[in-house]
């Protein structure tokens, strides 16, 4: 297995979340956040460079936009809710 390069520690959560682009908007979650991206599950996984708004929304407040974009996307073949769709973002500060 490979060495975790990751320099902030990513929190196990599942928040909602909507994916904006300018051609749509998609629903996603949350499977790891961290203060520099996440990992969000979602139908259509955007391609790696694809930058969007995120909006997160918490549970103890009002949803959060902010700029992101994809550092890798997969979509498995068959996929469930084992396996959904996901990929990899980086937060664009």
Do not use: H
């Not at 390069?5 to 196990?12: E, L, Q, V």
């Not at 994809?70 to 769709?85: Q, R």
């Amino acid at each position: 297995m490979g060495e975790d390069r990751r320099k902030r520690t990513r929190y196990d959560v599942r928040y909602p979340v909507l994916i904006m682009t300018p051609r749509s908007t998609e629903k996603g979650v949350t499977r790891n956040l961290s203060g520099t991206g996440a990992c969000i599950c979602c139908g259509s996984p955007l391609k790696p460079s694809d930058n969007f708004i995120l909006d997160i929304e918490f549970p103890t407040g009002t949803p959060f936009q902010l700029p992101a974009q994809v550092i890798w996307s997969t979509e498995p073949a068959s996929f469930d809710e084992t396996n959904p769709p996901q990929m990899g973002v980086r937060f664009l500060w």
